[in-house]
């Protein structure tokens, strides 16, 4: 390339790098600068502490359980989530009229932003008005009525479960795209070979999904390891820190304690986590498409 | 396209003879079955909340359930003399101006990575991809301080700059991607005619390139409408809130006022529940084309 041409590349390319590094990159890097020191905001000393905010996050039990209940979050997730989305999936592409109905009706939840699903959830789960307590005593299981949000052992799993019913169908959206893309002559081949439609999810579907599948899992753990609205608008992390996850324990570490260091450091754990996982999954990745490839 | 082959397919089993339909109608019961128990689960609280919209306070109290007996309108009315339009209002500045600024830099930024040859166009890839994975509160406290610094802290104006930078990534892979599928014929025909390649963005890329953009136009209106940590964080005074941060104030005052409550969602969620039936090949494409081209 001349050099004329470079500069043309690099002018073309210029604005949205300008506004990529100042608001994505820099914070990142800063973020990480700031995990080392003690800070109360601007306007306020700043003083190095090494490594210090690291090893108060060691002996930090709040630090701990949030890791856990965002560990619950993302095993849900994958575990849970993908599998319901492609169910739907399923259920969208085997349906022999009204695919789009159906693909819409299943939509809705993901249409909503998560504040009014938050809002909205915690109306389903009120003691009183809720609905879910109002099927209960509906058929006759009044025992089973409780405070669903209001109570430890519960908590983290209502907002779970509001999570799954919000982001489920958005994985279903991008099955039904993949699966819609898979050559009907297989299909209709395995037909003639006399192959049921459970082998032919097995033996076709399934394993022509697998590319997806793994891009949605990493979809679905950064998604988890960044869930915030939800608990924030549901619990604020209660009731005593059951359903505290990373990312609304760095909020309230950062704008009510306004400890920005600490903070920080527990940014830096979200950023890590991410990082490594994602690299995991796509090396993993790589080596069994390598593997498969070599035995086919 | 994915709706015509759909509605072949809806035709052709249509035609299928009597005799094999009637034996599958078993199977086909059940499955009809679990898909309606699927949809029920889906939309049970969307119910619930449009229910709630149409009912009385003191309805709502005797049978929160139920149908509406007496069905009022009063709760939407009344968000009309509440901050609720204002909410509305500053949510849609904001989605113009976030939806404009991604794609203008997106368009710009993709146009090089995907029709200039050099090697440096993959690092710089890799550079933007890196960004889909981010959490953002990794940049909150740093975005925190350099609002405040610019002087941008509780204005609408200092969310663009974060709205715009954590859509960049996705919408540079979409269009780059589209980008390098334009026939190679139409750039040579153009540079036989001398143009520049601002004239070649103008006149081909942009043209060509209209599943492409409403792609991003979509991924990025849906993040804009419903963002929630960067406003929290960047904006104090009632004032600025955009719908998310209005819905969330509401929920505080309005607690008893369930009603209210449940017209002012309802409400929120009707943009993209609109813009989802308006346009439903191309907010499904938008979703699925990040997730499906990712790989």
Known sequence: MQRSERLKWMGFLLPALAVYAVFLIYPIVQSGVLSFSSWAGPGRPKTSVGFGNYAELLQDPIFWL??????????????????????????????????????????????MSTVAVAILWRFVYSPEYGIINGFLRWVGLDSWTQGWLGQTGTALWAVIAANLWQWAPFYMIIYIAAILGIDREIYEAAEMDGASPFQQFRFITLPLLVPVLITTSILSLAGSIKAFDLVYIMTLGGPSNSTELLATYMFRQGFRNYRLGYASAVAMVMFAITFVITVIVLVRSNRSQHANGGRG | MTSATVRTVDQ??????????????????????????????????????????????????????????????????????????????????????????????????????????????????????????????????????????????????GLFGPYIAFNLPIAVFVLASFFRQIPESLFDAAKIDGAGHWRIVRSIVVPMSGPAISTVAVITYIFAWNEFVFALVLLSSSTNYPLPLGLNAFYGEFSVDIPGMMAALTVATLPSFLFFLAAQERVVSGLAAGALRGE
């Open chain 2, 12 to 157: 052709g089993s249509a035609g299928t003879p009597g005799a094999r339909r009637s034996g599958r109608r078993r199977p086909g019961l059940l499955r009809l079955a679990i898909a309606t128990v699927a949809a029920i689960l889906s939309v049970f609280p969307v119910v619930f909340m449009l229910s709630g919209a149409l009912k009385t306070r003191g309805g709502f109290l005797e049978n929160p359930f139920g149908i509406p007996t007496e069905i009022t309108l009063a709760n939407f009315t009344g968000l009309i003399h509440s901050e609720f339009g204002k909410y509305f209002l500053n949510s849609i500045v904001i989605a113009v101006v976030t939806v404009t600024g991604t794609v203008t830099l997106a368009v710009l930024a993709a146009y090089p990575l995907s029709r200039f040859r050099t090697r440096l166009n993959t690092p710089m890839m890799l550079v933007f991809l890196a960004g889909i994975m981010i959490p953002v509160h990794v940049t909150l406290i740093p975005i925190y301080v350099l609002t405040q610094q610019m002087r941008m802290y509780d204005s609408i104006a």
């Open chain 1, 66 to 111: 949030s890791l856990r209940n965002t560990g619950a979050l993302l095993l849900v997730s994958v575990f849970l989530q993908l599998p319901v989305g492609l169910g739907l999936a399923l259920i969208v592409t085997s349906a022999r009229r009204a695919k789009r109905f159906w693909r819409a009706v299943y939509f809705l939840p993901t249409l």
